[in-house]
């Protein structure tokens, strides 16, 4: 999952090598929350107008772990 998520956000950003992903452990729920981390000038090109791009990553994100009964949260930091 956490590959996933790299190898997506480093073909949006003009500096693949800042990207970076931490993993926060199963919460209560059973969520495992993964926190994106990129360069600051990137940061719009990840997020998008109006948050489009977010959403669809957290949506493709959301169907990787349903197929592996999993939830996830994904936080753009």
């Given amino acids: ?3 996933l998520l790299v190898s997506i956000a ?3 950003v003009e500096k693949p090598e800042d990207v970076r992903v931490e993993v ?3 919460q209560e729920d059973g969520t495992v929350v993964y926190h994106l ?3 600051e000038e990137d940061m719009g090109r990840v997020i998008g107008k109006q ?3 977010a959403k669809a990553i957290r949506v493709v994100m959301r169907a990787a772990a349903t197929r592996q009964n999993g939830k ?3 936080e753009i930091d």
């Fill in 72 to 74: 996830v949260a994904v």
């Fill in 10 to 12: 480093q073909g949006l």
């Fill in 24 to 26: 926060d452990g199963p």
């Fill in 1 to 3: 999952m956490q590959e």
């Fill in 51 to 53: 948050g489009r791009i």
């Fill in 37 to 39: 981390h990129v360069a």
